[in-house]
């Protein structure tokens, strides 16, 4: 294997897949294609940005190997991951009367992903999905575990299902062109695998936290690495999360509520789940099941990080509001992940709105 190139497996018996990670890795990887289909047609959803970065030379890898590559391109951001969208790409794949072995591959963020991932799975029954993920939240998290969706105008992700790529090509070249905002968005998601893996990982952030702003090749490799094994353990042990999986909506409750009462126009998923995570310390600190020199040592790496970890106190009703929205809710309980201290955390229901309130008051207009 090629130095600097990461091979690792996702262990789900029949839907296993690999995932590479690693620099330019996406001339070697094409020649996998045959391995999921015979098909010389691949069909290839991206946003317009990133297909400006990175749709020609897809395209030439394919086009030199034999391919035959068509792309539909979305539009960048959220307000793109629809019913509608997803409806409109499916009408051109059944226009062109695309085969239900032709792979379609979502060359993008976690908006492409999603999408792509929902319309292959529906697409005739399923047809062969692979993730190229561009951003760090989709290389972290996104696409890996094969949850897929579009959002609905009562919230997100509401519609959706669970459909494993086939392959997922991380190439860590593609990060070069993210803007520093879209970084940050992603290192809440690694701070979020840390909070649930443990101290060792925390630690190499807080040493690294630098390295990781400026995109050092060696520390984010070792960084993504480690957030895609933590991932892998915990979806292969429930892949359709009906129990552990739930872990990793830890920040997201709040997050969603927050991404939901700004109708998904102010905040960056991740920017969302920055604070999410903070509500979440907080509310675990305000019931004492936290202790506060483990809460300060996450936020100073937050402010490190220049994550946000406040948001408008004029939000503060609409985000209780939209709170039992979420997906978590059993029996009319917000479902709540908190952290009790880094690498544990525990899923807790019943608490008190007035206390949740409580906690979403103090950490709103902190500057
Ligand atoms: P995104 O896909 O909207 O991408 C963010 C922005 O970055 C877009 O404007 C895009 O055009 C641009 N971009 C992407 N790659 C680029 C690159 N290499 N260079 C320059 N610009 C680039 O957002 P995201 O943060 O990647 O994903 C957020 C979505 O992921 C949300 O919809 C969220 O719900 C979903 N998500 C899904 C899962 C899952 O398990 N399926 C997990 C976490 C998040
Ligand atoms: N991002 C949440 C999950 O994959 O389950």
Redesign the pocket.
């Known amino acids: 294997m090629k130095e600097g190139l990461r091979k690792i497996e996702i262990d789900l018996g029949e839907r296993s897949y690999s995932i590479y990670l690693g620099y330019d890795l996406l001339p070697q990887r094409i020649a996998d294609l045959a391995g999921f289909s015979r098909e010389k047609e691949v069909f290839i959803i991206s946003d317009t940005q990133v297909n400006s970065f990175y749709g020609k030379r897809l395209e030439d890898l394919l086009l030199q190997q034999g391919y035959q590559p068509s792309f539909y391109l979305i539009k960048p951001g959220e307000e793109a991951k629809t019913w509608d969208n997803a409806e409109k790409i499916l009408d051109v794949m059944l226009t062109k009367n695309l085969s239900r072995k032709v792979p379609l591959l979502a060359l993008g963020g976690g908006v492409v992903g999603d999408l792509a991932g929902f319309v292959a799975a529906l697409y005739k029954r399923g047809i062969p999905f692979i993730q190229i993920p561009t951003t760090l939240l989709a290389q972290v ?2 696409s ?2 094969g ?1 897929v969706a579009v959002n609905h105008s009562r919230g997100k992700n509401l519609l959706g299902t669970f459909y494993q790529p086939r392959a997922v090509w991380a190439d860590l070249m593609t990060l070069e062109t993210l803007s520093m905002r879209e970084w940050r968005a992603g290192l809440a998601e690694v701070l979020k695998y840390a909070l649930l893996d443990g101290r060792e990982f925390f630690l190499f952030l807080q040493e690294n936290a630098e390295a990781i702003l400026e995109k050092k090749p060696a520390v984010i490799l070792s960084m993504i690495e480690q957030c895609i094994l933590i ?1 892998a353990e915990i ?1 292969q042990k429930d892949e359709r ?1 009906e129990g552990l ?1 739930n872990i ?2 830890l920040g ?1 409750t709040f997050g969603h509520a927050l991404e939901k009462a700004t109708n998904f126009q102010k905040y960056r998923h991740g920017e969302a789940v920055a604070v999410g995570l903070v509500a979440a310390l907080k509310l675990a600190e305000a019931l004492q099941m936290i202790n506060s020199v483990v809460v300060a040592e996450v936020l100073c790496l937050m402010q490190k990080w220049g994550l946000p970890f406040s948001f408008s106190s004029a939000l503060v009703d609409d985000v209780l509001r939209f709170l039992p929205a979420d997906k978590k809710v059993e029996n009319q309980e917000v479902h709540f992940i908190l952290p009790m201290g880094i690498g544990e955390v525990v899923a807790k229901k019943g608490i008190p709105m007035e206390i949740v309130g409580d906690v979403l008051k103090q950490i709103s207009d902190i500057v």
Do not use: A, E, P
Request: charged share 40%.
């Open positions: 998290d996104s890996v575990g949850k991932k979806v999360d999986r990793l909506n997201h």
